[in-house]
């Protein structure tokens, strides 16, 4: 998908058109969408996995939740040595990785 992205950029420009459009919703509009922290993550988890959460390490569909941790998943099939399991969360590999701040803000 990346590629046509991609090819569809450079056809445009090759047009002579711009490569940015306008925004089809005002920011309040935006504000009022995510008026929250979860519906900031659920979009989060919709984009990057449209066909259902897999495991950031290894594609692994077969993760599961966390009962004791929302937004968070684990996966035993690239468990390094035997243990529990890769634990991630909506965020891992994401540039909110390693911070405590809210989606949101």
Not at 45 to 70: E, F, I, M, Q, T
Request: proline residues 8%; charged residues 25%.
């Amino acid at each position: 998908m990346e590629k046509a992205y991609i090819s569809l950029m450079d056809a445009k420009v090759k047009a002579g058109k711009p490569l940015t459009t306008q925004p089809n919703i005002t920011f309040a509009k935006l504000m009022k969408q995510f008026s929250d922290e979860t519906a900031c993550k659920t979009l989060l988890r919709d984009l990057r996995w449209p066909d259902g959460v897999r495991c950031p390490r290894c594609g692994n569909p077969a993760v599961y939740d966390l009962p004791s941790r929302k937004w968070h998943w684990q996966c035993t099939k690239c468990a390094p040595g035997g243990s529990t399991g890769y634990r991630f969360s909506i965020i891992a590999g994401t540039i909110f990785e390693n911070t405590n701040k809210p989606l949101r803000e």
